[in-house]
């Protein structure tokens, strides 16, 4: 019993104890110094999907990790909406660099937080194991320059060796969003 129990152990120590490898591509602008930068906004997040809540809830999200690194302060969404209600942008309009300058105004911003959310499912699966998937794709934009800063794509999914081996519940889709947004965060360089 041992020895199988010590082959399952170094099998999934070499297997990593996972599915699929996380998936990410970043870009950051060369020479980047974000120390200018102490206060940002975040934008209502394009949803490329067919489950209607899941911007606002991974906006939410990426809000509190945000807050939580420490890396910028963050103008309340309450606000931002307010003005860009107030300017009447709808949320899937494009905006250039004279409107960027102005909501940096606006929100007494230098940086901007833009969002989509390119895949989120609650079951996808692998036999009869069923765990969630998100692809996300974070922008932070100057304001002023209208230069992308910086940029990550990065994927998650729920799936583990480990808990289809014992038959444990997959992580949910929460806790699978939660741990790409921090991931995704804490590349950003400052």
């Known amino acids: 019993m041992k020895r199988i129990f010590a082959v399952l ?10 599915g699929k490898a996380p998936e990410s591509a970043m870009y950051t602008r060369e020479g980047l110094d974000l ?8 934008l209502p ?4 999907t067919d489950n209607q809540y899941a911007a606002r809830r991974v906006r939410d999200i990426a809000l509190t990790e945000i807050m939580a690194s420490g890396k910028f302060e963050v103008v309340d969404k309450g606000i931002v909406d307010s003005v860009l209600q107030e300017m009447t942008l709808s949320k899937a309009e494009s905006l250039d660099a004279p409107l960027l300058k ?6 007494r911003v230098k940086a901007l937080l833009t969002g989509t959310i390119n895949n989120i499912q609650g079951g ?6 069923r ?8 922008h932070l934009i100057d304001t002023e320059t209208a230069q992308v800063l910086w940029r990550s794509t990065a994927y998650r999914n729920g799936y ?6 014992f038959d444990l519940d997959p992580r949910d889709e929460f806790e699978v969003t939660l741990e790409l ?3 995704m965060v804490a590349s950003i360089p400052k």
């Open 131 to 138: 765990y969630p998937e998100i692809s996300l794709t974070l």
């Open 45 to 48: 997040f394009e949803n490329l």
């Open 35 to 42: 120390n200018y930068i102490d206060r940002i906004a975040v």
């Open 160 to 165: 583990s060796l480990l808990n289809r081996l």
């Open 181 to 183: 947004l921090q991931e």
């Open 102 to 107: 102005i909501l940096g105004k606006r929100l």
């Open 9 to 18: 152990l170094a099998l999934m120590l070499v297997s990593g104890c996972g």
């Open 124 to 129: 996808s699966g692998r036999g009869a194991m």
